[in-house]
């Protein structure tokens, strides 16, 4: 295994985002605003609807559901990371922009032929400060749309005290999305939320193989220890939870002052995943099943009317 690099199996914080992924609902971030209060008579015409919300439907830029390119940005769960190669990436099955037809990767769904128009900018063990390396490299590929899954090795650190701040993963954020918007006024983005860390745990605590493999180092501020139920464990695992959930609002806000994004609406972390659609290396990143599962969901949500 390469020292150099933040990958499951040796480094405090995984390699990428687990592969608790599937199910992906969206929101739709716009808005519109009146002089007058949104529930006055004034606001109102005739259907009762507000003169606010009618401005906003008038701004609001269409979806379209069938972008002709795609960027990722992320870490290793878009990478493929030991979904079919031990400590290895196998960016053929990511779910964002893979070759392989047994996963039917997004761009495979969304276009008639990928080649030249799937761009893949995710980084194993990429943190939220990488991304807005990442967004600027997208820039150049000029995508329609921008698939962005971040955030479990904010939280995948050695212990508590040393996850990311969320004011920082909110900063980072709004760089990233800020390049973006002011390089690409027209491109859309698609975000995700962050796994449940604490439901991984206790799903894969049930399963020695995934306690073994555990114990090499993967994401040590939630999976120490996992048998343990002593206070302070239970603290610790609590912290970690908190903050993958603070994470998440700022990910949902974030996206939802842009109004050419869509959240998942928390459906990547409020799925529950099964261990057996896990990596079998390091019962941690998904599987070719799970990478599988999240290109489904994601087309389904990309695609779903507005």
């Known amino acids: 295994m390469d020292s150099g690099r933040r990958t499951a199996g040796r480094r405090g914080r995984a390699t990428g985002a687990l592969a608790i992924v599937a199910a992906l609902a969206f929101t739709a971030g716009c808005g519109g605003s009146s002089d007058a209060p949104a529930d006055s008579p004034s606001a109102r015409d005739a259907s009762g609807k507000t003169a606010g919300s009618e401005a906003?439907?008038?701004?609001?830029?269409?979806?379209?559901?069938?972008?002709?390119?795609?960027?990722?940005?992320?870490?290793?769960?878009?990478?493929?990371?030991?979904s079919c190669k031990l400590l290895?990436?196998?960016?053929?099955?990511?779910?964002?922009?893979?070759?392989?037809?047994?996963?039917?990767?997004?761009?495979?769904?969304?276009?008639?032929?990928?080649?030249?128009?799937?761009?893949?900018?995710?980084?194993?063990?990429?943190?939220?400060?990488?991304?807005?390396?990442?967004?600027?490299?997208?820039?150049?590929?000029?995508?329609?749309?921008?698939?962005?899954?971040?955030?479990?090795?904010?939280?995948?650190?050695?212990?508590?005290?040393?996850?990311?701040?969320?004011?920082?993963?909110?900063?980072?954020?709004?760089?990233?999305?800020?390049?973006?918007?002011?390089?690409?006024?027209?491109?859309?983005?698609?975000?995700?939320?962050?796994?449940?860390?604490?439901r991984l745990w206790s799903e894969g605590s049930k399963v020695e193989a995934a306690r073994n493999v555990w114990q090499m180092g993967v994401c040590q501020?939630?999976?120490?220890?996992?048998l343990s139920k002593s206070p302070a464990d239970e603290k610790r695992r609590g912290a970690v939870a908190a903050r993958?959930?603070?994470?998440?609002?700022?990910?949902?806000?974030?996206?939802?002052?842009?109004?050419?994004?869509?959240?998942?609406?928390?459906?990547?972390h409020e799925y529950p995943f099964e261990v057996s659609e896990l990596s079998r290396w390091d019962y941690f990143h998904p599987s070719k099943r799970g990478q599988q599962i999240l290109a489904r969901v994601a087309h389904r949500a990309i695609t779903a009317p507005a």
């Open 221 to 226: 501020s939630m999976l120490q220890d996992p």
């Open 56 to 82: 906003a439907a008038r701004s609001a830029p269409r979806w379209n559901p069938s972008p002709a390119s795609v960027a990722a940005l992320g870490d290793s769960i878009t990478t493929g990371f030991d």
């Open 244 to 268: 993958v959930t603070e994470y998440n609002t700022v990910l949902k806000e974030v996206c939802e002052t842009d109004a050419r994004c869509r959240h998942d609406g928390g459906a990547v």
């Open 88 to 198: 290895a990436d196998c960016p053929e099955v990511s779910w964002a922009t893979g070759t392989d037809p047994a996963v039917d990767s997004l761009a495979r769904r969304l276009l008639s032929d990928p080649t030249g128009r799937a761009f893949n900018h995710a980084v194993s063990g990429a943190v939220v400060a990488d991304l807005p390396g990442q967004a600027a490299k997208a820039v150049a590929d000029k995508p329609e749309l921008v698939t962005i899954l971040i955030g479990a090795n904010d939280a995948c650190a050695d212990k508590p005290a040393e996850m990311t701040s969320t004011a920082s993963f909110r900063r980072d954020l709004k760089r990233a999305v800020g390049t973006l918007r002011s390089e690409l006024p027209e491109t859309q983005l698609f975000v995700a939320s962050i796994p449940d860390l604490r």
